[in-house]
């Protein structure tokens, strides 16, 4: 590993603790009785198979899904998400694998959709959003041009930039990501993980999907595996090898642990 | 899908200086295009018409024949945006039509005694009517929104079964003579004569020119990139030009002397040698230029209008953002069916009664003139403007062919085929802007 990690400091109460979550979609068990948490300053990733019930936990946490079981706790306290923006609420934004944006908008409809800033009249102030926008898009990507296009017209990183700049707009305390750089090109990915990092060092807590074994290992401080539904179990990436997290994704087991 | 590098080339390119002389004025070429097909049809039949289509009397009359299809087309934008459609629109007219109809003629004159002839019959009719068609409009975007029910079926239904309401409540009767007060939304019946007209020209110019002055404004407050001077002098001076323009062609219908005659006469007096006076801007297309600037604004500047295009676009990332869309659907067809009642109310005062078929195949005419102007029926995308423009050259088509003498067939063939290859035009438009 060639970049030391910070220490991250799990002495004190878990930004978001999520705790026992089970839910079912018919006779299908989705998620199966998994917990995870996630530190102030904390990249947790979560690993599997399509299907393992990675997309399916986060949404409930996102609040796109109600869980049939379990407790979801935010800095202590009981957390009761039932929409999307209930989950706003308790300062948890999601960017989605899918890019949740509508592409007939343009970049700044789309960072601030379903929380517009309105005049003193009700109606939505554009020149302000479109201000704000360059801003923030300064910030996060200083190439950023175009702001009087749809998104439609965007390519795949700079759609995945206003997706996140979505979420730090907005104070995010918790950031879950769906893998984030899945549609992205080299150049991209780095942009975005260079994002990451730096939402970490503002302290705020990230939960990452991804396929890319070797990317989750660079950006996060512990890894949760699930495969059918179920948590295999919850690593520090400092811990074990690419190859310890592949036998968990594909057997269903760490082989350190085993042996130990 | 352009990369990064080339999306600064072409901001670059925006601000450089071989921009070409329509792209600096920032026009919309869709809307250049449908002005261009809608002066070549005004043309082709006034060659055709020998000189008849072109005169202040034919396009008065155009106009007013128009503004009912014009403003459920608003309507329909926002339908179709919203990936619905609604096929019930012409038989929601006429329930409305039958509704207001029978208020004034004999609900309320039966049950409340109020008089014939009072304003006070017309005013509680159009609230009544206007009222009717919201809930009628919100009960099918609740079928759709909270059921589940497809727009299509919901509103197929629909098209048989208010329609049928309509004759059930008129006994299938023609209901008229209207109230005269109600009669002034109709077009020749109520306008605003010469000097009126010209005042409420006077002031949208005015307005037109303070909305481009204030546009200006606020993009230089926020440093954003505004056109060159001499651009926003073209365009406001194009504004200003269209608009004055139409008054002058509508205030250049006089009122024949025989009508003058008999409304003196009514009076117990003779004209005086010489008079003349105008029609001027019919209170219809006052109405539809009120609806066309509040839907414009709902739609651009509302959060509703925002949320309408958000689903449009992507239905899951507007569900995502926190915007219930099932309510949003129910008002969206509530607002069609207030609009659908507005234009029930303008088309049977033109027709100074009601009749059993009024609004047939008007669903027709509405989708047609939305796609026309430019509403995609994938959804996401569509003006108001563009709509109100595609009612237009839909209607002038019609009468064009029915001033050249063209049998009723062949025009509803050509309306039909118009709508198709309208829809082809916009695919390969859409394909080419895109590819």
Redesign the interface.
Same mark, same amino acid.
Not at chain 1, 100 to 105: E, F, G, P, V
Not at chain 1, 152 to 158: F, H, I
Not at chain 2, 1 to 4: E, Y
Not at chain 2, 316 to 323: F, K, P, Q, R, V
């Given at each position: 590993m060639a970049e030391t990690k910070q220490k991250i400091d799990r002495s004190g109460t878990p930004l978001v603790a999520m705790k026992n979550i089970s839910i079912a979609f018919g006779g299908v068990q989705a998620v199966d009785d998994v917990s995870i948490d996630v530190y102030p300053g904390e990249v947790v990733g979560l690993l599997g198979h399509n299907g393992a019930g990675k997309s399916t936990l986060i949404k409930i946490l +996102?609040g =796109?899904y109600r869980m049939d079981s379990g407790e979801i706790w935010i800095n202590g306290e009981k957390a009761d998400i039932r929409?999307?923006?209930g989950a706003?609420d308790y300062n948890i934004e999601?960017i989605?694998q899918?890019l +949740?944006? =509508?592409?007939?908008?343009d970049a700044s409809?789309?960072l601030f959709?379903?929380?517009?800033i309105?005049t003193s009249l009700?109606?939505?102030d554009?020149?302000?959003m479109?201000?704000e926008t360059r801003k923030i898009m300064h910030r996060l990507n200083p190439?950023?041009?175009?702001f009087s296009v749809p998104v439609?017209?965007?390519?795949?990183?700079?759609r995945q930039s206003v997706a996140i700049a979505r979420a730090v707009y907005f104070d995010a305390k918790i950031v879950i990501m769906d893998e984030p750089t899945a549609a992205l090109?080299v150049h991209e990915t780095e942009m975005v993980a260079e994002i990451i990092k730096e939402l970490k060092a503002q302290g705020l807590g990230i939960v990452l999907i991804s396929h890319d074994t070797r990317e989750m290992m660079a950006l996060c401080d512990r890894v949760s595996v699930m495969k059918n539904g179920a948590l295999v179990g919850t690593e520090h990436v400092e811990d074990v090898t690419e190859d310890d997290i592949l036998s968990m994704i594909i057997l269903g087991k760490n082989p350190k642990r085993e042996a130990a | 899908?352009?990369?990064?590098t080339s999306?600064?080339a072409?901001?670059a390119g925006r601000s450089g200086p071989n921009r070409s002389f329509f792209s600096q004025l920032e026009l919309d070429l869709r809307l250049l295009g449908m002005i261009g097909a809608f002066l070549l049809i005004c043309i082709l039949f006034n060659i055709m018409t020998g000189g008849q289509f072109l005169t202040p009397r034919n396009l008065f009359n155009l106009t007013i024949q128009t503004v009912s299809v014009a403003i459920m087309a608003t309507g329909m934008v926002f339908i179709i945006v919203t990936r619905h459609i609604d096929l019930a629109v012409g038989s929601l007219l006429a329930t409305c039509s039958a509704v207001m109809a029978m208020m004034q003629t004999a609900w309320l004159p039966d049950i409340l005694g109020i008089p014939l002839g009072s304003p006070w019959l017309a005013i509680l009719a159009i609230i009544f009517g206007i009222l009717v068609g919201g809930i009628i409009g919100g009960f099918q975007g609740y079928l759709v929104g909270f059921l589940g029910i497809p727009a299509f079926i919901v509103t197929l239904g629909g098209l048989l079964v208010w329609r049928n309401v309509a004759w059930y409540l008129t006994n299938g009767q023609t209901i008229g003579p209207l109230n005269e007060t109600f009669q002034l939304f109709g077009g020749i019946n109520g306008t605003l004569g010469a000097s009126s007209s010209w005042i409420v020209g006077l002031i949208a110019a005015a307005a037109a020119v303070l909305a481009l002055v204030s546009g200006r404004r606020?993009?230089l407050?926020?440093d954003?990139p505004v056109k060159p001077i001499w651009a926003e002098f073209v365009v406001g001076g194009i504004f200003v030009a269209a608009i004055l323009g139409f008054i002058a062609i509508l205030n250049a219908y006089e009122v024949p002397s025989r009508v003058l005659e008999r409304q003196f006469e009514a009076r117990g007096e003779t004209v005086p040698e010489g008079f003349t006076a105008s029609y001027g801007l019919p209170i219809s297309v006052l109405l539809l230029i009120a609806v066309a600037i509040v839907m414009t604004?709902v739609a651009r500047?509302?959060?509703f209008g925002?949320?309408i295009?958000?689903?449009?676009?992507?239905p899951?990332?507007?569900?995502?953002?926190?915007?219930n869309t099932r309510m949003l659907t129910v008002k969206v067809f509530a607002l069609m069916g207030v609009l659908v009642a507005i234009a029930g109310l303008v088309a049977s005062s033109r027709l100074t009664f009601h009749s059993n078929d009024i609004g047939t195949l008007d669903e027709l005419r509405v989708i047609a003139a939305a796609v026309i102007g430019g509403t995609a029926l994938a959804g996401?995308?569509g003006t108001i403007y563009g709509a109100i423009l595609g009612a237009l050259i839909m209607q002038s088509l019609q009468s064009g062919m029915a001033m050249v003498g063209v049998d009723a067939p062949l025009q509803n063939i050509v309306v039909g085929s118009v709508l198709v290859a309208a829809v082809l035009i916009d695919i390969i438009y859409r394909r080419r802007v895109?590819g």
């Open positions: +996102a =796109a929409s999307p923006a706003r999601t989605y899918t +949740a944006l =509508a592409d007939n908008l409809a789309n959709l379903g929380r517009e309105t009700g109606l939505v554009d020149s302000a479109e201000a190439n950023f041009k175009k439609s017209a965007l390519s795949g990183g700079q090109g | 899908m352009s990369d990064s999306g600064q072409s901001s606020s993009k407050r926020h954003f604004v500047k509302t959060r925002r949320y295009f958000a689903t449009g676009g992507n899951d990332a507007a569900e995502l953002s926190g915007i996401g995308v895109e």
